[in-house]
């Protein structure tokens, strides 16, 4: 399934290297704005935000019957032990079957970040369908990263880090929450994006409209 994975992204994508931030690395892309900008995170208006975008965006990217894959990336010192005391949580506690995760596999490969010569991404890569996954727990969990709270993924790993990708293969698209302020969506072709820029275009980080608007005109 990563063979698949790298050849998926090399027809579809162009060979794209799979890693933040996707919205610059890729043409056809759009950045949305998650969290409301210098307001605390626990903040209850805060996180009813977050929560309504985070999960509105992943379901107009994914319906019931597309193929899925749940690839997640670990980054950490080639030594790091934290594999061996945590292998595989985001499995383990967001994917529902048991016989499912068996077709996980698994690949440690050099850091998909330039410069990084010692540091090595752990690479999971499951096929599944959107009602395999926990998605909305998932999510909830990766917007809480950066935070203390008991769903942090690398809790108690400070050092470390971690990449979550949703990719759509019937639809190729590909969806990245890298954190509670922002989401990246790209796609293979521009016009599958058409309705995320139309309906959501008010989420659209400010930074990124003029671009984006340019895009799809």
Known sequence: MINFLSQFMKEHFDNLTLKPPLFYSWEYGIRFEISIPWVEHEDKSNLQQIEERINSIFNKVFSDGDEMLL?????????????????????????????????LQYRMLPSVFEDYEEIVTHRFVLPCKKSDIRYKPLLTAISY??????????????????????????????YHLYDDRGCDVIASNKEDLR??????????????????????K
Do not use: A
Request: proline letters at 5%.
């Open 71 to 103: 690839i997640t990336d670990i980054h950490c010192e080639r030594n790091d032990s934290f594999l061996q005391k945590r292998p595989t949580k985001v499995y383990q506690k967001y994917i529902k079957d048991k016989e499912l995760r068996l077709k």
């Open 145 to 174: 990263e950066d935070f203390p709270h008991p769903s942090q993924i690398l809790k108690g790993f400070p050092r470390n880090g971690i990449d979550i990708y949703f990719v759509n293969v019937t639809r190729k698209m590909i």
């Open 195 to 216: 309705s995320l820029y139309e309906d959501l275009n008010d989420w659209i980080l400010d930074y990124d409209q003029e671009q984006i608007d340019q895009l799809f």
